[in-house]
């Protein structure tokens, strides 16, 4: 398995701000994803963050908002971009290829953002 | 595309009581399922998954899910509920025959009344 770490672990931002979370893993792993939960919903994936290349964006999810960086293989940021209250969410890192199982996705402990 | 359905946004029981929660898939290839539970201000943790063999699979917590293909469902259940089994539950699919990431399913809330 690994061990995720997410920094920070809340933050409460005025609108038009932005905002950028850290993703760290103790492991080195080949696919790392960025999740969003908004409130009372299910996980949306954002964007999947390969090392060496620009993250793969879903619909509706567009780098200019969402610009994602991954500098190596154990570790990614995820920027909120000039943000309103409808960003408001748990974002959560996730990571594959880090066990014994090469498709299993670990998850970590979320950012719990509020924006006012 | 893959998706998932859990029909309950929120499923009570009595402590003691066997549990059912429900899923249902769809996924062009073959089938890669899990089930992660989330606690209130927690992260996810997994639970267990199916990928190929034995259509019961035990994982953490007492819990099992049976993975029924002619029925495209992935059910997690409990035989005995505890009140520290209340928590959101997700279930989650992805195409094993593709390179392709975990698709939710909305969730559902179980709740275990004493």
């Known amino acids: 398995s690994a061990v995720i770490s997410q920094k920070p672990s809340r933050d409460i931002c005025q609108r038009g701000t932005s905002l950028t979370i850290q993703c760290q893993v103790d492991?080195?792993?080949?696919?790392m994803f960025w999740y969003r939960q908004q409130p009372g919903q299910s996980l949306t994936l954002i964007a999947t963050?390969?090392?060496?290349?620009?993250?793969?964006?879903e619909s509706g999810f567009v780098i200019d908002k969402f610009p994602i960086s991954r500098p190596n293989l154990t570790f990614s940021t995820l920027t909120v971009s000039n943000m309103s209250p409808e960003d408001s969410s748990i974002y959560l890192c996730?990571?594959?290829?880090?066990?014994?199982?090469?498709?299993?996705?670990?998850f970590g402990p979320g950012t719990r953002l509020t924006v006012t | 595309a893959q998706s998932v359905a859990q029909p309950e946004d929120q499923v009570n029981v009595a402590e003691g009581n066997p549990l059912t929660v429900k899923c249902t898939y769809s996924?062009?290839?073959?089938?890669?399922l899990f089930w992660y539970v989330q606690y209130p201000n927690r992260g996810l943790q997994f639970l267990l998954k199916?990928?190929?063999?034995?259509?019961l699979v035990k994982g953490s917590y007492g819990f099992e899910a049976e993975f029924n293909k002619s029925q495209t469902s992935f059910h997690l259940k409990k035989p005995s509920a505890l009140v520290s089994d209340s928590a959101l539950y997700f279930c989650?699919?992805?195409?094993?025959?593709?390179?392709?990431?975990?698709?939710f399913g909305k969730g559902t809330r179980l709740s275990v009344i004493a």
């Open positions: 996730s990571v594959e290829g880090a066990g014994a199982d090469p498709y299993e996705q670990y």
């Open positions: 492991s080195q792993v080949t696919m």
């Open positions: 963050a390969n090392q060496g290349s620009e993250a793969t964006y």
């Open positions: 996924v062009s290839g073959n089938p890669y």
């Open positions: 199916y990928i190929t063999g034995d259509n």
């Open positions: 989650a699919v992805r195409d094993f025959s593709g390179n392709t990431p975990l698709v």
